[in-house]
């Protein structure tokens, strides 16, 4: 495992001692040609020769105390802890890997729809940071919303996401509560006076459930007919727009069945609110096209618990006074997110996110992988002679989740394949329960790697199965 690793050292008298290699160590010390080595604090006095052999020696005796697990090279980087939470210090000296559920884990392929992958070094500099956050001695999660270091990372976690999408300064970002769920029912609460109007383009289930939703607030305009399945969008032309509606509202990404949207909707003047809950921040987009933008955390950009929303400075400030404090889009602009204690942990996820994805190149280098790696899939089960193959219509498949049949959608063959993914640790491929079939799910932490196994899976189940 390459993972950077987390190991402490406990402070025992006279010296430290690594609890998981059993290393003993005082300082860092380099030898000749510029490595660190293991500075065991008993032999520090030994003639570098016999230092050497120790530390030779050393390597083995230390894989043996920490029940097998191997050494590596040090970690970059000193994490100073509190003594009165925890004594101790980052064992620096030689990374080895805990025996913790982090090193023993099963190496598990999750193409899960959401709640998603994460990437590991996220997930690792979590556990780093879960006792002490930025040396404030206690964590993020027991620490005030009020708190200057709170302040810092909220406002922080919002300046790297107008960074990564450019988000113009009449644009305010919003970190919320409910879910997606609920910025369904605050967007015609917030957007459309009592009596008024919005049109829905409905592709799929989560829009389906927002016009639903939005019914209740307001009269709601379908601009497509109703569709036996979804797996396809109608071409614009034939869309029935209403000109005194107050917003215009789609799905850029139906989970369920893998539409997406492959541009953005030209709605005339009309603001253009969007649901981008499982495409968000895969792609570079221009905000300025729309007037509301919302995404909840947990497939592209971290963890279930706060949903983003982003939105254009003149849409606020028009909600029905039914709405409730909690999703006023107002009052949470106003409060900067924090009117009520907001999501901490979440939020802190999501910055961590955010900034692997700038490591990563940015949301254009996102858009190129995102591209990559559907279209292997989808290769693949192009060339598969009709042993795979695709409900949704060409120019709408998503990049995100990409649903596919098995022998023209055989339960038997479906069940197959499912347990055989299992078995080599590939999990939550199912097709959501409302469609059936395979769905592999391809968000931002997906490597090419893992699609790589998977698409091998497919080629040998095909190879296997196949009507010869
Ligand atoms: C496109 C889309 N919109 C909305 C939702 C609902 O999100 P939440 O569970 O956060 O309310 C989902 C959840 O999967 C989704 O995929």
Not at 281 to 299: N, P, R, T, Y
């Amino acid at each position: 495992m390459q993972d950077e690793e987390n190991v402490f050292f406990t402070k025992s008298s006279g010296g430290k001692n690594c609890y998981v290699c059993h290393y003993l160590g005082v300082a860092d010390t380099k030898d000749k040609t510029g490595q660190r080595v293991p500075n065991m604090w008993p032999f520090q006095s030994m003639s570098s020769a016999l230092f050497a052999a120790v530390r030779l020696a050393a390597r083995p005796l230390a894989q043996l105390s920490a029940g097998g697990a191997t050494l590596q090279q040090p970690a970059a980087t000193h994490l100073q802890l509190t003594s009165g939470r925890r004594t101790g210090e980052q064992c620096s000296r030689w990374q080895c890997e805990r025996r913790s559920n982090m090193a023993t884990a099963k190496k598990v392929f999750n193409f899960g729809a959401g709640p998603a992958k994460l990437p590991r070094e996220i997930l690792l500099q979590a556990q780093r940071e879960l006792l002490d956050y930025d040396n404030t001695g206690m964590s993020i999660m027991e620490m005030s919303h009020r708190s200057a270091k709170y302040t810092e990372l909220n406002n922080r976690v919002q300046q790297d996401m107008r960074d990564l999408l450019k988000v113009p300064d009449n644009y305010k970002i919003l970190f919320l509560q409910g879910g997606a769920t609920g910025i369904f029912s605050a967007v015609p609460m917030n957007l459309m006076p009592a009596g008024g109007s919005a049109d829905y383009i409905v592709t799929g289930s989560w829009s389906s459930k927002a016009a639903k939703e939005a019914a209740k607030y307001g009269k709601v305009n379908m601009v497509l007919p109703k569709m036996d399945a979804y797996n396809d969008i109608p071409n614009e032309s034939t869309w029935k727009l209403s000109p005194d509606a107050s917003y215009v509202y789609y799905c850029a990404n139906e989970t369920i069945h893998g539409v997406e949207f492959r541009y953005i909707p030209d709605t005339k003047g009309v603001p253009l609110v969007c649901d981008m809950s499982s495409n968000f921040l895969s792609e570079e987009f221009d905000v300025s096209k729309f007037g509301v933008i919302f995404a909840c955390a947990q497939k592209n950009v971290g963890t279930s618990g706060v949903t983003v929303v982003i939105i254009h400075e003149d849409l606020i400030g028009k909600a029905q006074p039914i709405v409730p404090t909690i999703l006023d889009f107002k009052i949470n602009a106003q409060d900067n997110s924090v009117h009520n204690t907001p999501p901490m942990y979440p939020i802190y996820i999501m910055g961590l996110y955010l900034q692997w994805i700038k490591k990563q190149g940015g949301a254009a280098a996102m858009g190129q992988q995102a591209q990559q790696k559907s279209r292997r899939v989808y290769e693949v089960v192009n060339s598969s002679a009709g042993f795979y193959s695709l409900p949704v219509a060409e120019h709408c498949r998503s990049r995100m989740n990409v649903p596919f049949r098995i022998a023209g959608g055989d339960a038997a063959l479906e069940k197959k394949f499912l347990e055989g993914a299992e078995e080599r640790g590939m999990q939550q491929l199912k097709g959501h329960r409302s469609v059936g079939g395979i769905r592999a799910s391809l968000y931002n932490a997906i490597t090419m790697d893992e699609v790589e196994a998977l698409i091998k899976y497919m080629t040998d189940f095909q190879k296997e199965h196949a009507k010869k």
